[in-house]
């Protein structure tokens, strides 16, 4: 975090003199996002596939000085959307000294900055804190008490002295230490019913009331919160006063369509880096594995209602090159290419991000299996026409074996190109650089899309499969 520029005011007559005007926190964010839509920046930055669904929701809601709650499933990037939002604060933002909930130096709401300011008057001192410190995230739990949110009294505060009655004593809880801020709050139905009244001041009459005490802090405060649409687990609801005080409510989504899950994963996998050899993702291979995720959202065997989150397809990526590193180390090649074989790799990470919801005996192995052929037969055919394997298909017609497997070297599946000619048009088409390790990944993609295409035969054996005409 930068620190803020010495020639800010330090007094409250010195931010007099410089000009400086207060702006409540939906102002600020109203300006800021205007100034955004009309240079056509996105008001959130690092968002894929939202840009003419989600965002100009997003933008309607900040533009009205709404408070938004993001209905979607999980994995739809609710928590980046409401963190995104502080983009959106000016920089730095003046404070009485030492306020804890960050008390406007021309309007303090606390005792505190009430009695600094009456005290020192334009000599008060003022400090600057960054935007990122005017935002609050809360986990909603069960456990989660108004003494967390609002405040409750402080027991040591009793005990150096003060009365009860003294709003000093007060320990102020999230909300009012995020004033002139963005409160969010994740997961908003697993908070009890009870806490969530607790709510409905701030979000209308902009104040909270601590008990026992006469007193009323009229925050200024943007809340944002997120949920599922439909509660599969059964936690809890969002009670319905709470539900209608929010201005804005917006719906996410999944990624529309394999090239914008490419996007996603793509940014958001994280690649180890580890000695020895390079690591590549062939474009066909992270269509795949993106495919997996998105036929998933349209089997019947698949709990649509809890969803299939993003998280799949960037862990079943990470997976996917983690295994092919995993082989070049263990076979010395310089190069780590993905390959068909390596999918069954991706069970594992699959596992607890799909629920299987089927009258059917399957089990995730089955049903991931299916998913898995599925995904392949449709990049294969986007990839590659008849016309484009016709020669291939022809050339194998002579009875010829081709065998693959996960720990099969590179150096095979060349010498295996270079007694079958017809294969070698479409799988140099799909090996960018022409290495051994790209080259052994596009014959088994081959491969394995003539067979799922019905124009070859696979027997699967310890150790690998082998491939051969369906004309034996």
């Known amino acids: ?31 800021n996002a205007a100034a955004r839509v009309a240079a056509g920046v996105p008001v959130v930055s690092g968002l894929v596939g939202y840009g003419s669904t989600v965002l100009p929701a997003v933008e309607n809601a900040l533009l009205a000085g709404h408070d938004i709650v993001f209905l979607g499933e999980r994995g ?10 502080v983009e959106l604060l000016d920089e ?34 003022v400090e600057w804190v960054h935007r990122s410190e005017r935002f609050s995230e809360k986990l909603a739990t069960p456990d989660t008490s108004i003494a967390d949110l609002i405040g409750e009294v402080d027991p040591v505060k009793v005990a150096e002295g003060r009365y009860l ?43 909270v009331q ?7 802090l009229p925050l200024d405060i943007m809340l944002v919160a997120s949920a599922n649409p439909d509660d599969y687990t059964s936690r809890g609801r969002i009670i319905t006063p709470l539900k209608d005080r ?22 958001e996998a994280q690649v180890a880096e580890v000695p020895g050899p390079s690591v590549t993702m062939p474009p066909y291979m992270a269509e795949v594995v993106a495919t997996i995720s998105q036929v998933a959202r349209q089997s019947p065997s698949v709990n649509q209602r809890s969803g299939v989150s993003v998280r799949l397809g960037v862990a079943n990526y990470e997976t996917l090159l983690a295994n092919a590193v995993r082989r070049a180390l263990r076979r010395g090649e310089e190069q780590a290419v993905p390959r068909v074989s390596d999918l069954e790799s991706l069970i594992y990470s699959t596992a607890g991000k ?14 991931f299996q299916r998913l898995c052929h599925q995904a392949v037969l449709s990049v294969f055919r986007a990839r590659l026409g008849p016309a484009d394997l016709a020669k291939a298909v022809a050339e194998l017609e002579d009875g010829s074996v081709l065998e693959v497997g996960e720990d099969k070297p590179s150096a095979d599946y060349v010498a295996a190109l270079e007694h079958h000619p017809g294969l070698r048009a479409p799988v140099e088409a799909l090996a960018e650089d022409g ?21 070859l035969n696979k027997y699967s054996e310890e150790g690998g499969s082998r491939y051969q005409s369906r004309r034996k």
């Open 1 to 31: 975090m930068a620190s803020p520029s010495p020639h800010r005011p330090a007094t409250i007559g010195g931010l007099r003199s410089s000009g400086w005007r207060p702006r409540s926190v939906k102002q600020e964010l109203r300006d």
């Open 210 to 216: 601590i008990r026992g005490y006469k007193i009323r």
């Open 76 to 85: 739809q990037g609710k928590t980046r959307l409401m963190r995104g939002l």
């Open 246 to 267: 929010f201005g804005a409510q917006v719906r996410t989504h999944y990624p529309l369509d394999t090239q914008t899950e490419v996007e996603v994963i793509a940014q």
């Open 435 to 455: 290495s051994p390790a790209a080259l052994a990944a596009a014959l088994e993609f081959v491969l394995e899309g003539l067979h799922l295409s019905k124009r």
């Open 165 to 207: 009655s003294d709003e000093l004593t007060l320990h102020y809880g999230l909300v009012p230490r995020t004033n002139r801020g963005i409160f969010a709050i994740n997961e908003l139905p697993d908070l009890a019913e009870r806490i969530q009244v607790g709510l409905l001041n701030v979000l209308e009459e902009r104040d």
């Open 92 to 125: 730095w933002l003046p404070v009485v000294a030492g306020s804890e909930v960050l008390d406007d130096p021309f309007a303090p709401l606390s005792r505190y900055g009430r009695d600094m300011v009456d005290r020192h008057g334009d000599d008060c001192p």
């Open 354 to 367: 799909v629920e299987v919801d089927s009258l059917e005996e399957d089990g995730t192995e089955e049903l």
